[in-house]
């Protein structure tokens, strides 16, 4: 019951900036964006999470439109390390009910080219 | 600053066994989630503690338990392990609730 919609692989060369996209528009005004990453045989990683504001970390930046229904995930200057499975979540906050699941989705497979 | 950390990283089992992993999460982090990866479901969410307490919980059968200590380190447990529990088993933790939850790099269980 994944909420968000990626493509499933995209090329990046290494050295430019990677842009992943994300559909998520079913979103609600609590719910929030996340991203992770899952490098083969690792856990997910976090790599950045936001509102309705765009933000910034130093890994990547987030890019939220102004209606919220799409995001993209930047990665500035691409890295080999950076070939990985990106996921785009759309996660509630916390309730009565406890910390909201996060709901993994398939994910872009990015790979970065030398 | 250490990550979530996760025993064993591998793991061999027979069918009809039971197992226990175990995770460390960060320090200072109370909430601890685990879920299982397999190449078909993806990944699914098995339950978090919080604070020694069982919030939240996915759609596994009764086999699957887990509890949470009071240093929040949690262990899940799963009984008569069947061949379809072979799967990467990832934990979470997070400070509080809506933070972002860090993952270990999972116990990786064959059941033969």
């Known amino acids: 019951d994944a909420k968000t919609t990626q493509p499933p692989s995209m090329d990046c060369a290494e050295g430019r900036a990677a842009n992943l996209p994300c559909n998520h528009s079913t979103i609600s005004g609590n719910e929030y964006v996340y991203w992770y990453r899952q490098i083969h045989s690792q856990g997910p990683q976090y790599i950045i999470h936001g509102l309705k504001n765009n933000e910034t970390n130093e890994m990547a930046s987030l890019i939220i439109t102004e209606d919220r229904k799409s995001s993209t995930l930047i990665l500035p200057h691409a890295t080999l390390r950076d070939t990985a499975v990106y996921y785009c979540?759309?996660?509630?906050?916390?309730?009565?009910?406890?910390?909201?699941?996060?709901?993994f989705g398939t994910g872009t497979r990015l790979t970065i080219i030398p | 600053k250490a990550g979530v950390t996760q025993t064993p990283r591998y793991l061999i089992k027979t069918r009809g066994q039971q197992v226990t992993l175990s995770c460390s999460p960060i320090?200072?982090?109370?909430?601890v989630s685990w879920y299982q990866q397999t190449p078909g479901q993806g990944l699914q969410f098995l339950f978090e503690y919080f604070s020694e307490t069982q919030r939240n919980k996915g759609n596994f059968p009764g086999r699957f338990s887990g509890r949470q200590f009071s240093n929040s380190r949690s262990e899940m447990n799963v009984s008569t392990l069947e061949l379809g529990d072979s799967a990467l088993y990832l934990c979470?933790?997070?400070?509080?609730?809506?933070?972002?939850?860090?993952f270990g790099d999972g116990t990786r269980l064959s059941i033969l």
């Open positions: 979470a933790s997070s400070r509080e609730s809506n933070q972002p939850q860090h």
């Open positions: 320090s200072g982090h109370r909430s």
């Open positions: 979540i759309v996660r509630g906050g916390w309730s009565n009910f406890g910390n909201e699941k996060l709901t």
